[in-house]
Every structure is written in structure tokens, then in C-alpha cells.
């Protein structure tokens, strides 16, 4: 996990490097200056019976400057230790988020939902930021805080020995309760990243259907739902920080304790001539020194506990594996466009989960026209969804162009599977970069040749840019068939030689939904063509029409054989033709 992490500092190593560095300088300074006090005070003190000559004022504006030197350098190191920090720590935060980001679009759709979409969300945001600051901290105080704290117990050792085990015992004390303060934060801090991805799944699910909230009108109810989640993010917040904030008042009451003993302890000592007043004065600073080191230490560890299942969270995303993972040498040629499903069984929750599909063994000739009809649940989308292995099937297997589809480079076999998903989206840009997508170079008259075949010119060229109409996002500038002919079109532009149609025709006229199958029929003769409907009519002259209930292949045949041996095709077909309900999931 910390390697995983590590990797993400690349391009800022020397200035994670050189801030513990630069701290050091500061912290050496910090320590050497109660040393050159105590010197000074020696020498103010030498004097006393003779009052002070030339020699000691010159001595003492010397030690001065030097003093005055080492405090404007510690500033320096400090400034500059602290300008580094935020760098390498802002920088690291962007390396990391790019991994993620990368990490991320590797994923599968079984990875992604998984995580789900606003726990991502969550991570690439709230948690990295908790990191960075986890990291700015860590490396500016780092070697700065133990080192002030092994220096100054060393020269109070040096000062003086009987007394310096004070500053043990008390350092031992305050470690522990730190560390104790710290296992009891942890798990509030985890639950409170939980409450984040609530939060953020709340907003996007609330931001994402705005639309739907509005026209129920369930505003208040959003409010609510909202307020419900943003109270528990506070409640555990609040529970984690009332533990943290104990931190201070206990790292303060052994600090001032430990001053306490040492000056009754001090005072004994010069009053019995075992020690003197430099040496107290001394002792005195480096006691600031070894507890502030200690309280410096608190800090950094309660960022880091904050931070740790942060980082735990991270390291889930960056060492997921996804569940689609290309072969180790991949076919790049997809042959036809002939698909085969061979026992086919398939399952969500991957092996023992309740099976979606259910034995599917069909075979689909190369140019065919294939249209698939089932109640609503029946699995047509998820059946679609093995051929360009959005999904791996559970058992049995896919194959395209007569091969297993595991065996083809994933680029390879998505450009030559081509599926306009039922719940498609459209991205902000223009229709034309829209379009690209489909094909990254495609010239404009390779854009309106496919924008024609899916019949989207006509209303295109009525827009007012015509095909640099701005979409939106989520391409809200568009009505619902539009953006289904849009999405039709960009599957086109990939030439693909399997073309998936789910549902794609559902908010287009029966018209124009027959006008597009003419236009694929003239146009792309040679493609396989696989379309998921509702309506009968929509794949009434399909070369074959597959009939799915439950997750199986109830039957597979043209539409006249159909209407001799399928019950459900035939009842669907009634309700549609005879007047009533326009639905394929009577049963
Ligand atoms: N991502 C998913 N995770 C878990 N279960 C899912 C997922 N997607 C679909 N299902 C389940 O799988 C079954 C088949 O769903 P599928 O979307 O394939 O049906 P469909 O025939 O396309 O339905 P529709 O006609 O409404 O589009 C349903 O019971 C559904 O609840
Ligand atoms: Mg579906």
C-alpha cells in the first residue's frame, strides 16, 4: 500500500526529499540556540563579582549576532521547508489523482459497481485531499520533530544527567496517551468517509435526475433526504474530533507538569550548588523543546490517523484488478460478424449469485438481422452486454467471428461490437465531437454519411450550428429520439461489424424507427445486426427474432414461424395489434 502511494511522488521527489532537509536545518538551529544562551549566561554570570570588562561586552555582542544569524536562518529553513512542503504535497495530490483517474478507466462495468459511482467520486476528491494534507505534514515534520526531540534530550543529558530522566518518563507518558487517543479516533474517521460517499451519492443521484425531482415535484423531500446525510457526516465528524481535540489539553498538562517538576527539582539543585542558573535556563528551553517536538509529533499523527483510511480507501481503487483484463496475446482480428453463445449462463454477483441467464445457446449467421423481444427483465440487455464483454460470462462461452471473445484485444473486439447501450449518454461538446467518439478522425462527410444513416441529418441541419450544436452536458440540447439517433450514429461511425441496437429506437416514431432500419439494410448489409425492442414492429422483419423469458431462450425464429410456435410472441404481437396495451411485457 505505502509502495502503491509512493510511486505517485515521480516528478516531486526532491522536494519531498529536500523539505525534511531544509526542516533539519531549522530544527538545528532551534536546538543550538538555548546551547549559545547557555553560554552567554555563563559568561554574564563569570562576571558577576567583577562586574562586567571590554572583553565580556565584546564576547557578549558576538554571541549576540550569532544568535541573531541563527534565528534569521531557522526562519529561512522554515519558510522555505514549508513552500516546499505545499508543492510536493499539492503535486503528489495531483499525481495521485491522475492514477486513480487512470486506474479507474480501466475498470470493468462489474468494478465499477463495486465502488459505485460516488464512492469514486468521494475518493478522487475528499480522500486524496485528506492525504495531501496527511503528507505535507509528514514530511515537513517528520525528521524535524524527533530530531528536536533526540537533540535536545541529549544536550540535557549533557547539562544535566540527574535531571533529564524527568523529560523520559514524561515523553514516555505522552507517546502513550497519544498513541491511545489514536486507535480510539481511527474507526470514527472511517465511518466518516463512509458518510462522505452517502453525501456525494445523495448529490449526484439528487443532480443527475433533477429533472425527474422537479416534475414530482419532491424538492423538500431532496432537502431532507440531503440534510439526513449531511447530518451524519457531522455526527461522525464531530465524534472523531472530540476525541482529537482532547489531544492538545493532554499533551499541555504533562508539558506543564513536566515544567513544574523540573523547576522544583531545578531549584533544589542551585540551591544545593549542584547545578546552576545557566544550566536551568537550559534545561528550561530544551524541556519546551523535547515536549513541543513531542506535541508536533501529536499533530502529524492526527492528520495520519485521519489519513489512514483515506489512504486505505485509495489503495482499494489503485490495486483492484479489473475483472476485463486483456489476454496475454491478443487476437486483433475480428474475421465476421457471426456471433455464438455456448451455454451460456451468466450472474452479477459472479459465481453462486442467482443466475440472470440461464443455458443460452444460439448461433447468429454474419450479416444477419437479429431482433430480440422479452418482457422487461428477461435479460435482453444483459445477454447483448457479453458481446463486446462489457460482462464476462459466469459459464459457457461468447464468440465472435467463431472465437471466444476472451481471446481478442479489448480494442479490437469493442470497434468491431458496436452497441448504442439503452441508457446511453451523450457528452458536453458539439454533435460532431459527439459523433467522433465513434472515430476519432472521421472526416465530415464520414460524420453525415452516418449521420444520415441513422437518419439524425434532417433535424442536425435544422440546428443552428448544425453539427458544432453545442450538446450540453449529458447532451440535454437534444430531445430523447434525438439523442437515441445521435447515439446510433456514432456506433455507426466505428464500422463496426456487429451492431447493437438496445432499445435505441424507443422515443423515435414508428416511422423514422422504420425509415433507420431501411437505411442500415441498404447501407450496412454486411453487419450483424442485433435489435433489442419493445415493439413488435420494430423487428417484425428481422431475419430472425429471438424471443428471451427469464434469462432463456424460449424461441428463436422468423416472425411467421414465431406467431406458429411462440405463446409469448404471439400474445405480445395480439396486444399490440389488437388495439390495446403497446407493451412486450404482457405475458
Ligand atoms: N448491474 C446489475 N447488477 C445486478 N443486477 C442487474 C444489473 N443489471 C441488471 N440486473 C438484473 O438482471 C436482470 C435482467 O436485467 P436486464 O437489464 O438484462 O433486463 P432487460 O431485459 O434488458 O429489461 P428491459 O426490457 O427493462 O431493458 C434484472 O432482474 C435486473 O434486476
Ligand atoms: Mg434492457
Redesign the pocket.
Known amino acids: 500500500m505505502f509502495k502503491t502511494l509512493a510511486k505517485c511522488v515521480r516528478q516531486y521527489k526532491t522536494r519531498t526529499l529536500l523539505t525534511p532537509i531544509v526542516m533539519t536545518g531549522e530544527a538545528a538551529m532551534e536546538i543550538l540556540i538555548p546551547f549559545m544562551m547557555t553560554k552567554l549566561i555563563g559568561v554574564i554570570e563569570s562576571a558577576q563579582g567583577t562586574g562586567l570588562t571590554s572583553g565580556d561586552f565584546r564576547r557578549i555582542a558576538v554571541f549576540g549576532a550569532i544568535m541573531f544569524g541563527m534565528a534569521c536562518l531557522s526562519l529561512l529553513c522554515g519558510i522555505l521547508g514549508g513552500k516546499l512542503a505545499s508543492e510536493a504535497s499539492a503535486g503528489f495530490a495531483a499525481n495521485l489523482r491522475e492514477d486513480l483517474y487512470r486506474k479507474i478507466q480501466t475498470y470493468s462495468?462489474e468494478n465499477v459497481?463495486k465502488f459505485s459511482t460516488s464512492s469514486l467520486i468521494t475518493r478522487l476528491t475528499t480522500d486524496v485531499s485528506t492525504v495531501q494534507n496527511a503528507f505535507m505534514m509528514l514530511i515537513r515534520m517528520l525528521v524535524r520533530a524527533p530530531l528536536l526531540f533526540v537533540f535536545a534530550a541529549i544536550m540535557s543529558f549533557v547539562i544535566s544527567p540527574s535531571i533529564a530522566w524527568i523529560f523520559l518518563v514524561s515523553a514516555t507518558l505522552l507517546g502513550l496517551l497519544v498513541v491511545l487517543i489514536m486507535r480510539k479516533v481511527q474507526p470514527n474517521f472511517r465511518e466518516m468517509f463512509k458518510k462522505y460517499d452517502k453525501l456525494n451519492s445523495v448529490a449526484q443521484e439528487n443532480l443527475t435526475g433533477i429533472r425527474v425531482v422537479k416534475s414530482y415535484v419532491l424538492e423538500e423531500e431532496e432537502i431532507k433526504k440531503y440534510r439526513k446525510a449531511t447530518q451524519d457526516a457531522y455526527d461522525y465528524s464531530v465524534r472523531a474530533e472530540k476525541i482529537m481535540v482532547a489531544m492538545m489539553p493532554t499533551v499541555q498538562i504533562v508539558m506543564y507538569a513536566t515544567m513544574l517538576i523540573l523547576l522544583a527539582v531545578g531549584g533544589v539543585g542551585i540551591i544545593g550548588g549542584s547545578l546552576e542558573i545557566a544550566e536551568l535556563t537550559g534545561l528550561i528551553s530544551y524541556s519546551t523543546q523535547i515536549l513541543s517536538g513531542i506535541m508536533m509529533a501529536a499533530s502529524v499523527l492526527s492528520f495520519v490517523a485521519m489519513a489512514k483510511p483515506a489512504v486505505d480507501r485509495i489503495a482499494e481503487v489503485l490495486v483492484e484488478e479489473s475483472t476485463i483484463e486483456n489476454p496475454v496475446s491478443p487476437v486483433t482480428e475480428v474475421v465476421d460478424g457471426s456471433v455464438e453463445f455456448d451455454r451460456v449462463s451468466f450472474s452479477?454477483a459472479g459465481e453462486g449469485g442467482a443466475r440472470?441467464l440461464e443455458d443460452v445457446r444460439l448461433r447468429i449467421e454474419s450479416g444477419e438481422t437479429v431482433g430480440v423481444i422479452?418482457?422487461?427483465?428477461?435479460?435482453?440487455?444483459?445477454?447483448v452486454s457479453l458481446i463486446p464483454r462489457l460482462y464476462d460470462a459466469t459459464e459457457g462461452c461468447v464468440k465472435v467471428g467463431g472465437r471466444d471473445v476472451r481471446e481478442y484485444d479489448l480494442e479490437t473486439l469493442r470497434n468491431a461490437v458496436a452497441v448504442v447501450l439503452?441508457k446511453n449518454v451523450l457528452f458536453s461538446g458539439s454533435i460532431a465531437e459527439n459523433l467522433r467518439w465513434g472515430k476519432e478522425d472521421a472526416t465530415q462527410e464520414e460524420i453525415e454519411f452516418a449521420a444520415r444513416q441513422a437518419c439524425a441529418d434532417e433535424f442536425i441541419e435544422r440546428l443552428p450550428d448544425g453539427y458544432g450544436y453545442d450538446l450540453g452536458q449529458g447532451g440535454v440540447n437534444v430531445s430523447g429520439g434525438q439523442k437515441q439517433r445521435l447515439c446510433i450514429a456514432r456506433a455507426l461511425l466505428k464500422r463496426p461489424k456487429v451492431l447493437i441496437l438496445d432499445?435505441s429506437t424507443s422515443a423515435v416514431d414508428m416511422k423514422t424507427d422504420a425509415k433507420i432500419r431501411d437505411s442500415l439494410r441498404k447501407y450496412a448489409p454486411e453487419v450483424t445486426k442485433l435489435i433489442?425492442a419493445?415493439r413488435i414492429s420494430s423487428v417484425r422483419d428481422a431475419d430472425r427474432i429471438l424471443v428471451?423469458d427469464a434469462?432463456r431462450v424460449s424461441a428463436f425464429g422468423t416472425h411467421d414461424e414465431l406467431m406458429e410456435t411462440s405463446e409469448i410472441y404471439r400474445s405480445v404481437y395480439e396486444s399490440q395489434n389488437g388495439g390495446g396495451e403497446s407493451d412486450a411485457d404482457a405475458e
Open positions: 462495468f459497481d452479477y440472470v422479452g418482457g422487461t427483465g428477461s435479460a435482453k440487455s444483459t445477454l439503452q432499445d433489442i419493445q428471451l434469462g
